[in-house]
């Protein structure tokens, strides 16, 4: 995918929800394909959405030796973060426009913490999604660099722990498939991932029944005397009429039947 069609679809999915996403996704018949697990929720309430870049905390089978403090700094920089934490050719296919997934295999280790989520995101990934944990989340709440869907809030480092394994593999994240190049999409009601496959006709009817669900809301804030929003107005104009619009007349007089 070049990064023209990219853009279009991040452009897309910003004026979608997660629950739109969902919808499509059923539309086109994969009612249960996608979802992740409600348990992994996101650090802050924020929208985010991207192309899954993927890869895997291995639990580590090193025990860590005896050492001084001094000795054992140079042990954690120089050997675990320089061989086993070596991360070589993926930290530089990853940037603009794409969203780590984190499969850290039952670790309660950080998938993200206050300053690699700083890194990732000037390098312009737009989000993390992890089985795993976050880290350092006070700074992290504060900063907001970085939007993050995790399990846990964790304390280690990595040293001793974990090893970084598996780039561009197929990972397992609260129950869903998630495969490199996927489309990413979370907000306040969790995490969705759509197939690479099927990314168009799914944001197809996606924004079908965004639109309805945005004409129709508008009718209620009207009859409630809510002040209207962004979440009533048409962000699709070119969409065709849903094939069940209601008739505005005949639901403002059932709203108001007393």
């Known amino acids: 995918m070049d990064a023209k069609k990219r853009k279009e679809i991040l452009d897309t999915v910003a004026k979608l ?23 992994i929720r996101p650090l802050y309430r924020t929208k985010a959405a991207g192309f899954a ?9 090193q025990r860590v030796p005896e050492l001084s403090p001094e000795d054992y700094t140079k042990w954690a920089y120089e050997y675990w973060y320089r061989q086993l934490w070596n991360m070589g050719d993926f930290k530089d296919q990853v ?16 998938a993200i913490g206050s300053m690699d989520s700083m890194v990732w995101a000037a390098n312009g990934v737009k989000g993390v999604l992890t089985n ?12 907001k660099a970085m939007p993050c869907w995790h399990r846990w809030v964790v304390q280690p480092m990595y040293q001793g722990r974990v090893e970084f394994g598996e780039p561009n ?13 996927d489309l990413v999409v979370a907000d306040g009601d969790g995490a969705i991932v759509v197939p690479q496959d ?9 924004k079908q029944e965004s639109e309805n669900d945005r004409y129709d809301r508008g009718m209620l804030f ?11 107005q048409s962000m699709f104009p070119d969409m065709p009429p849903h094939p069940y619009k209601k008739n505005r007349e005949d639901f403002m007089k059932r709203l108001r039947k007393k």
Request: no cysteine; aromatic share 6%; proline share 5%.
């Open 17 to 39: 929800r997660v629950t739109d996403i969902r919808d499509g996704m059923d539309w086109v018949g994969l009612h249960h394909v996608g979802t992740v697990d409600p348990e």
């Open 53 to 61: 870049q993927t890869y895997r905390h291995i639990p580590t089978q």
């Open 95 to 110: 940037g603009e426009g794409d969203f780590l997934v984190i499969d850290t295999m039952g670790q309660k280790t950080p």
């Open 132 to 143: 795993g944990g976050a880290r350092d989340t006070d700074e992290q709440l504060y900063q």
């Open 169 to 181: 593999s197929t990972v397992e994240i609260g129950g869903a498939t998630v495969r490199p190049g």
């Open 198 to 206: 099927v990314i168009d006709d799914v944001l197809y009817y996606a």
């Open 222 to 232: 009207e009859a409630l005397g809510i002040a209207p929003d962004e979440s009533t």
